[in-house]
């Protein structure tokens, strides 16, 4: 047992060292951007899916290629149009033939999900049937085609990018594939000093690129000790006070949370929002989560799992707002069981 513990004492350091070289790192080309980076690191030490939310020139194509060269994993990029197919993104079999030519058979020949970190460039240009081939992947982290199933490579993630200002042509992604997604980040306009120093470099400025930080294994058993990290009974019961109180029809729910929701987050969303703590703590130095932790990951693990309805809609209202109240309001449970 104290192998063990020195064990994961070691890969606690590594993970708390690799994370802040990578942030470092990621800081001399993206500016102003320190807490996104921070959340999509959460995501990816927790083996989550991520949804990014920005209008153009944020940099978030950059950021996932650089988070990518850093660690070390394969990368590729899909801009999802409304012309794409699910065997632009899965793969096809192609009849090939053999060195003599005189026999033929079918060949898989993988398409580009066929890797560690994948961008999906503006999910939502695509129609749903291409959509649900990427989000089958995502959940069963392997494709099938033609009967045959094929495994994806760990660690596998996806990053998807959405435009919040063009809608026109869209096909936004139902609620259930939606929840897919470990976090929704949403990426606000740099403040005027981090501007001023975008301004400064030149549009034409290129970037090569980085070397690899952390080792690809390494990596993974960092997800492994997350999904091995003790949590309290006290943070249990608050991650389930938070997402059930978002219910309206939930005896937990109060006046603001039954006029204004339509459907609340399901059980998925605790697990997750219980992950993501955990990895939020880890990146953090400390051994197991507090509700602190909860408290700061509440807002990107609901925000796209709690649907306003139509009150919270003609208020200006927003699903964010909503988990904020839900922060603020809700107790935590005043005693362990």
């Not at 197919?85 to 899965?90: F, G, S, V």
């Not at 990146?283 to 306003?308: F, Y």
Request: aromatic share 6%; with cysteine.
């Amino acid at each position: 047992m104290n192998d063990e513990l020195k064990a994961a004492e070691e890969t606690l350091a590594r993970l708390r060292q690799s994370c802040q070289s990578l942030q470092e790192q990621i800081s001399t080309v993206l500016i102003g951007q320190d807490e996104v980076v921070r959340l999509l690191l959460t995501s990816l030490v927790s083996g989550g899916h991520t949804l990014l939310i920005g209008v153009p020139g944020l940099a978030k194509t950059m950021m996932v290629k650089a988070l990518a060269d850093l660690l070390g994993w394969d990368f590729r990029r899909i801009q999802f149009t409304p012309d794409l197919m699910p065997a632009d993104i899965t793969g096809t079999e192609i009849l090939q033939a053999d060195e003599s030519g005189q026999r033929r058979s079918l060949v898989f020949h993988r398409g580009p999900v066929f890797a560690n970190l994948l961008l999906a460039d503006e999910i939502n240009r695509t129609p749903p049937k291409t959509q649900a081939a990427l989000l089958e992947a995502m959940q069963e982290l392997a494709v099938t085609v033609n009967g045959k199933t094929y495994h994806l490579p760990p660690p596998f993630i996806v990053v998807a990018t959405q435009n919040p200002i063009e809608q026109e042509g869209t096909y936004p992604l139902p609620e259930a594939q939606l929840d897919r997604f470990m976090l929704s980040i949403h990426l606000d306009y740099p403040s005027h000093e981090d501007e001023v120093k975008i301004a400064e470099r030149s549009i034409r400025a290129k970037w090569d690129g980085f070397k690899s930080l952390v080792n690809k294994d390494d990596f993974c058993k960092f997800t492994e000790l997350v999904d091995k990290m003790p949590v309290s009974r006290h943070v249990l019961e608050y991650a389930v006070a938070l997402t059930t109180s978002s219910r309206p029809k939930d005896s937990r729910a109060d006046d603001y949370i039954r006029r204004y929701v339509a459907w609340g987050a399901g059980p998925r969303a605790t697990q997750h929002l219980v992950t993501a703590s955990k990895a939020s703590a880890l990146l953090d130095g400390r051994p197991t989560p507090e509700t602190k932790d909860l408290q700061r990951m509440a807002v990107p693990v609901l925000r796209h799992r709690i649907i306003p309805n139509y009150n919270a809609l003609g208020e200006g209202i927003e699903s964010g707002a909503i988990v904020k109240h839900l922060v603020e309001s809700v107790r935590e449970p005043s005693s362990t069981k």
